[in-house]
């Protein structure tokens, strides 16, 4: 890293400290936040949402000198409860866990058919959101770094071919010889230690899935991660306080994880341009004559209770806000008549990256210590017929449950769309279950085929009833303003200027591989062309 990169970071960091000692909202560098105290509701770049999207592309607006302010729903997440932790464990989940819910809702949500996994909880603006429309849940992240706090940290560049299908008008020889590679080295992308990958504790549940895949046939591969790997070498040898290893996962890590507000953000603020606004929700925005952008945000607290309104003008509008968030805002700036010349193509396009999860019972030991970041996957993707891409996903119960899971990734053609319902001002996701089939059929096959090999048998007790497959939720939720169809090909909104949105909304709805990587190279090309031809 380049000392201007270190420098800012250290600024960045030290400004994220200081607000969450004194319980700010407001994330700067000093001389920043004095300019916005004297210009409030006036900002140049408004950036709604800090997940992967928006915080690559903040990071290079305040590199270009341009004052840039981030809106945020969720919370800086840098103060330590009364546990002295700032993140709750998936074993003993706390109103952290979740965003204004009374009780969890983990994605598995029984052991032998038992409600044994979710509790409850006092409603919080907790880090994990699960999104419910009709027959589809959408798992996000709520807070400064969005979907980067709870994630699995799975940083994979997709299959080359792949990428050049869904996105045929992206010059794919620039992402993989640019943009690609700039998205790893930022994200602080590291691969485990060979040699500790094939004799630690930690992940003895990847490699006995590894073996099961390999008798079928079928080809595996070690999955980069943004968690420091050497962190995690140290938490098994018992030198460091544990994470990954005391089951963090999907309600935040303690330790060890480089997620945004470790990496771009905290470099984002220390440019001294760009000031992050926790716990503000952007509920709509319209457009002045003369151009300006008009944001609509409501500040809350963590109990949810709105301390107040107040609109923020801008000359350049990003949506970062993810699949739902963005297309929701846009869906409905359209369908009130409010920013009318939005096309046909706002809120189509919309995928589940393909997702499907399930669980298989074992006869021989996994290990009672398992990794919460996944390190290996099945790499089925060239099969014509099945293509799959499953990551071993661990059990962290703190005991062997002689099972294994994994999140797969499957070649699902079906889409979903976006409706406004006037009758109560919200935006609907429309996808029937039976559109997630497709999924199924290729998780079914390949996994059937493991189970053969290797004497093994799907359980049927994880998800509530008595389903194998379980469809109706996802963690890759992509699509809604599709890249060349609701925006030109570099994020710009069709129908307005200086409008942009710069997620997951542009992907149409499938990657082939987790899709945090991708949605970063995109925003750093994207935003590099706007730079030069917008400001
Ligand atoms: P995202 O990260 O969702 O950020 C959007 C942000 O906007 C959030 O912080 C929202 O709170 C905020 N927001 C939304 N609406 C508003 C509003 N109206 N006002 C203000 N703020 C708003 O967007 N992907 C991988 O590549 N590898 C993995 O291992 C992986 N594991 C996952 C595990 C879990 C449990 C989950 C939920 C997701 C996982 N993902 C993984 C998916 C990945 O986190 C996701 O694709 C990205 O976070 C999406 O990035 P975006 O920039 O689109």
């Known amino acids: 890293m380049s000392n201007t990169h270190s420098r800012r970071r250290f600024l960045g960091l030290a400004a994220m400290q200081t607000a969450a000692a004194v319980g700010l909202t407001t994330i700067a560098t000093q001389p920043a936040a004095a300019a916005h105290r004297r210009q409030r509701d006036f900002v140049p770049a408004l950036v709604i949402g800090s997940g992967y999207g928006s915080a690559a592309t903040a990071l290079r607006l305040g590199e270009a000198g341009i004052r840039t302010q981030v809106l945020e729903m969720g919370r800086l997440w840098d103060t330590a409860g009364a546990d002295g932790k700032i993140f709750c464990s998936m074993l003993q989940p706390d109103h952290r866990s979740t965003w204004f819910q009374d009780r969890t809702e983990a994605p598995l949500s029984s052991v032998l058919w038992a409600d044994v996994i979710n509790r409850d909880i006092e409603p919080y603006a907790g880090v994990l959101d699960r999104v419910r429309h009709g027959d589809m849940s959408v798992y996000v992240g709520r807070g400064v770094g969005g979907g980067s706090l709870v994630n699995g940290g799975m940083a994979v560049t997709p299959q080359r071919d792949y990428f050049e299908e869904i996105l045929p008008s992206v010059d794919a020889g620039r992402m993989y010889g640019k943009y690609f590679p700039l998205a790893n080295r930022m994200l602080g992308v590291n691969t485990p230690d060979p040699e500790w990958l094939e004799t630690c504790d930690s992940y003895q549940y990847a490699r006995v899935s590894r073996g099961h895949a390999h008798d079928a046939g079928l080809h595996t591969t070690v999955v980069p991660n ?82 107040g309104t107040r609109e923020i003008g801008c000359r350049w509008l990003f949506l970062g806000a993810g699949s739902l968030g963005t297309t929701e805002l846009l869906v409905r700036a ?34 009672q210590i398992q990794s919460g970041m996944p390190a290996l996957g099945i790499n089925n993707w060239r099969d014509p017929k099945y293509p799959v891409f499953a990551e071993i996903a661990p059990v962290p119960a703190g005991l062997d ?135």
Request: proline share 4%; charged share 25%; hydrophobic share 35%.
């Open 401 to 535: 449950l002689l099972m294994t899971l994994y999140l797969a990734i499957t070649r699902n053609p079906e889409r979903g769309r976006f409706r406004y319902l006037p009758e109560n001002d919200s935006v609907r996701l429309d996808w029937d279950i039976d559109q997630g089939a497709p999924s199924v059929e290729a998780a079914d096959a390949v996994f059937r085929r493991i189970n053969r090999a290797a004497g093994t048998e799907l359980r049927n007790d994880l998800f509530g009833d008595d389903r194998a497959f379980e469809n109706r939720f996802t963690y890759h939720p992509l699509g809604g303003c599709v890249l060349g169809e609701a925006t030109d090909l570099h994020g710009r909104v069709r129908g307005y200027r200086n409008l942009y949105v710069t997620d997951g909304s542009l992907i149409p709805g499938s990657t082939g591989v987790n899709p945090f990587v991708t949605i970063t190279a995109l925003a750093e090309r994207n935003i590099e062309r706007v730079l030069a031809e917008d400001f």
């Open 334 to 367: 359209r369908d009130t008549g409010v920013l009318p010349r939005l096309g046909a193509a706002v809120g189509e396009g919309w995928g589940t990256n393909g997702n499907v999860m399930l669980g298989r019972a074992l006869a021989e030991p996994t290990g």
């Open 226 to 307: 943004v968690y420091d790997f050497d962190y995690m070498r140290r938490e098994e040898a018992g030198e460091v306080p544990q994470s990954a290893l005391a089951s963090e996962v999907i309600y935040g890590n303690n330790h060890g994880k480089r997620s945004l507000d470790r990496s771009y953000l905290p470099e984002a603020i220390g440019t001294g341009n760009v000031t992050v606004h926790a716990l503000h929700r952007v509920r709509t925005f319209r457009q002045e004559q003369d151009g300006t952008y008009v944001v609509t945000v409501e500040q809350i607290d963590e109990l949810g209770n709105v301390l």
